[in-house]
């Protein structure tokens, strides 16, 4: 059973980078298909879900232009992990940040979640 | 990117059914197949039960259906039972440049 897992500093400063780690068990990050990927998806506290980005294994990213702008993911097969760095963050990047595993089309396996709060 | 617009609330007895609606645009819900429902616990990641529009992956009961027409897709929830009470978001490809929108979120509750 494919398992994700978020990790990192659960607070940041204001226009500091926020940076996060997903480590993937239970499964390769390197997929058999073209049609798999691995995302960020946050929710800010009592709200709805927003994509942030994804990354294929052999590093091709894809940002939602809400991010781009300030967003890395990377990827680091020999470790199975893939990572998020968000730059500049303000009080409205706090949330709830998601890794998950992405086919074309829909999210099928979610990590726990990880709240990163953004305040001095 | 606008998210995709949802009832706030929706509500049934046990045994009864719900429908949620999902309404879009042509770039998004009418332009692709890829419609895809998730329900979150409080305190809980969301778990995929409608992708693909109607297909439901293994393990969630087949109360759970989904439909799509137009810019507009929905989730009926069938046989309400108080474990179904959860917030549910509805997902769409909307093409190469944005990607993925999801909807606003209807908390459902099983009186």
């Known amino acids: 059973q494919l398992q994700l897992q978020e990790s990192g500093p659960g607070l940041v400063k204001p226009s500091e980078t926020l940076s996060l780690t997903c480590s993937v068990s239970?499964?390769?990050?390197?997929?058999?298909?073209?049609?798999?990927?691995w995302a960020w998806i946050r929710q800010p506290p009592g709200k709805g879900l927003e994509y942030v980005g994804a990354i294929f294994y052999t590093g091709i990213t894809y940002y939602s232009p809400s991010f781009e702008s300030r967003l890395t993911i990377s990827v680091d097969t020999s470790k199975n992990q893939f990572s998020l760095k968000l730059g500049f963050v303000t009080a409205a990047d706090t949330a709830v940040y998601y890794c998950a595993k992405n086919r074309l089309g829909d999210f099928d396996y979610w990590g726990q979640g990880t709240l990163v709060t953004v305040s001095s | 990117q606008s998210a995709l617009t949802q009832p706030p609330s929706a509500s049934g007895t046990p045994g009864q059914s719900v429908t949620i609606s999902c309404t879009g645009t042509s770039s998004d819900i009418g332009g692709y197949h890829y419609v895809s429902w998730y329900q979150q616990h409080p305190g809980k990641a969301p778990k995929l039960m409608i992708y693909e529009v109607t297909k439901r992956p293994s393990g969630v009961p087949d109360r759970f259906s989904g439909a799509k027409s137009g810019n507009t897709a929905s989730l009926t929830v069938s046989g309400l039972q108080a474990e179904d009470e959860a917030d549910y978001y509805c997902?769409?490809?909307?093409?190469?440049?944005?990607?993925?929108?999801f909807g606003t979120g209807t908390k459902v509750t099983v009186l």
């Open positions: 997902s769409s490809y909307a093409g190469s440049v944005n990607f993925y929108v």
């Open positions: 239970g499964g390769s990050i390197i997929s058999s298909t073209t049609t798999e990927y």
